[in-house]
């Protein structure tokens, strides 16, 4: 390649002159999230309520799931996660929140938050993040692809829940407060290793094929069993309990009819 600095013809450790270019797949666009209702609110189950709300606690974007993935889940779900329910969010919050009123004492929240940071900043084993990293990418990405089995996803529960024991290993080299992306990116990986787990869990859990989700040993979409939408919670010890939540069969108006489900063809 004329013109171009044999420093440059390196990438990812490979002479692009040469070798191909290393490519990795990655995110288009994530399904699912932290369930909320059409305010943006929260949801959680409490006393068998699935539609109970955490007072207080709001998700938009891609963070949230608020259950309209059926209609098409990428550019015009990528939208209404944003423009449409951001905007519910914040007229919520409005309603919600009392014009003036002082926030309720919580110093242990700020203390915890503190406390993560310190306690990456300062971590100090034999595990780079960027090597929990990897082992972390190459699970998700050799044990739970689109197409799937339950024997890969069965040995891909073992595999993940042994990279996440390697967390309290993890080393930061990087000790400054300034511009430290190891210490993001070891925040970055706390967050993510939390993501892996369940997903892998939650997709070995159920029994059928929807949507991106495919088990090549259950390939049809069972609406009998499945049509429920799975909640995850994770421990710091990486234990998982998994619960589910109603899929709503009807609409908030009556000029809009409830659409079935229909099988995804080509």
Not at 86 to 110: E, F, L, N, Y
Not at 149 to 154: A, I, P, R
């Amino acid at each position: 390649l004329p013109g171009i600095s044999e420093s440059a013809k390196i990438f990812a450790g490979v002479d692009v002159t040469k070798q191909p270019i290393p490519v990795l797949p990655t995110v288009h666009y994530n399904m699912g999230g932290i369930p909320t209702n059409y305010h943006g609110e929260v949801l959680t189950l409490k006393d068998g309520n699935p539609d109970s709300v955490v007072p207080g606690l709001m998700a938009v974007g891609e963070a949230a799931c608020v259950s309209v993935h059926g209609a098409n889940r990428l550019g015009s779900n990528s939208l209404i996660d944003l423009v449409v329910f951001g905007r519910a969010a914040a007229i919520r919050a409005a309603q919600v929140v009392d014009k003036g009123g002082k926030h309720k004492d919580m110093p242990k929240a700020g203390d915890e938050a503190l406390a993560r940071l310190d306690h990456f900043r300062n971590a100090k084993g034999d595990q780079p993040t960027a090597k929990i990293r990897d082992k972390m990418q190459r699970t998700m990405q050799n044990n739970c692809a689109v197409y799937r089995t339950g024997d890969v996803l069965k040995e891909g529960v073992g595999l993940i829940d042994e990279v996440y024991k390697l967390m309290p290993g993890i080393d930061v080299a990087d000790r400054s407060m300034v511009w430290n992306s190891d210490l993001v990116e070891t925040l970055e990986l706390d967050n993510l290793i939390r993501q892996a787990v369940v997903t892998m869990h939650s997709a070995e859990n159920r029994k059928e094929s929807r949507g991106a989700h495919a088990r090549e040993d259950y390939p049809e979409r069972d609406d009998g069993e499945w049509m429920k939408h799975t909640l995850s919670w994770m421990n710091d010890k990486g234990g998982v309990t998994i619960d589910y939540r109603p899929v709503h069969t009807y609409t908030m108006t009556n000029e809009v009819s409830y659409i079935e489900p229909k099988k995804r063809v080509y």
